[in-house]
T-cell receptor
Framework: DAKTTQPNSMESNEEEPVHLPCNHSTISGTDYIHWYRQLPSQGPEYVIHGLTSNVNNRMASLAIAEDRKSSTLILHRATLRDAAVYYCILSSGSARQLTFGSGTQLTVLP | DTGVSQNPRHKITKRGQNVTFRCDPISEHNRLYWYRQTLGQGPEFLTYFQNEAQLEKSRLLSDRFSAERPKGSFSTLEIQRTEQGDSAMYLC????????????FGPGTRLTVT
């Protein structure tokens, strides 16, 4: 699977939007972009995924660049419970296995 | 709660002993995955099942590791002759075949090999 690059850490203030970037310049045409997050002492949790178009769900929005070489996970209003490691993952259409990188540690400040 | 469950949650064993972990997926999910996570790293894929068939294994899965899913429901992961390097969190996830982008993870089993 192609590699992703994320900042090691980011901070946000509570109740403000958060934009988590991910670069994936070697993405192939069949790679889906996934975001998972992992809260302390828990297993990872699915957040959102997309292929080409921007996606919205109840948890977040995914903005995908036109050339697909980067994407941004948007949390519209961060809460303290959103403090977690956020992983940007590329996977083929079958999505049988997820290759996690190091992720971005998001800290939400009250 | 009908999420993925894993037992035991913690296991401490001595080097050289065998250990077995169990994963109960979400009941209608036909895909089941095992991952391993060491401190400060993201999870690493080990293997996955579709129903009872083991379809893919990572090179990380040495011959001391064996996984089964005999009736296509729960799965077990056994590690024989444990080594200190096996100390990690072992995570199980499940999904539907047509929705395998959305994998639901259990809380994991923390293994400590002394």
């Amino acid at each position: 699977d192609a590699k992703t690059t994320q900042p090691n850490s980011m901070e946000s203030n509570e109740e403000e939007p958060v934009h988590l970037p991910c670069n994936h310049s070697t993405i192939s045409g069949t790679d889906y972009i996934h975001w998972y997050r992992q809260l302390p002492s828990q297993g990872p949790e699915y957040v959102i995924h997309g292929l080409t178009s921007n996606v919205n769900n109840r948890m977040a929005s995914l903005a995908i660049a036109e050339d697909r070489k980067s994407s941004t996970l948007i949390l519209h209003r961060a809460t303290l419970r959103d403090a977690a490691v956020y992983y940007c993952i590329l996977s083929s259409g079958s999505a049988r296995q997820l290759t996690f990188g190091s992720g971005t540690q998001l800290t939400v400040l009250p | 709660d009908t999420g993925v469950s894993q037992n035991p949650r913690h296991k401490i064993t001595k080097r050289g002993q065998n250990v077995t972990f169990r994963c109960d997926p979400i009941s209608e999910h036909n895909r089941l995955y095992w991952y391993r996570q060491t401190l400060g790293q993201g999870p690493e894929f080990l293997t996955y099942f579709q129903n009872e068939a083991q379809l893919e294994k990572s090179r990380l899965l040495s011959d001391r590791f064996s996984a089964e899913r005999p009736k296509g429901s729960f799965s077990t992961l056994e590690i024989q002759r444990t080594e200190q390097g096996d100390s990690a969190m072992y995570l199980c996830a499940s999904s539907l075949v047509g929705k395998s982008h959305e994998q639901y993870f259990g809380p994991g089993t923390r293994l400590t090999v002394t």
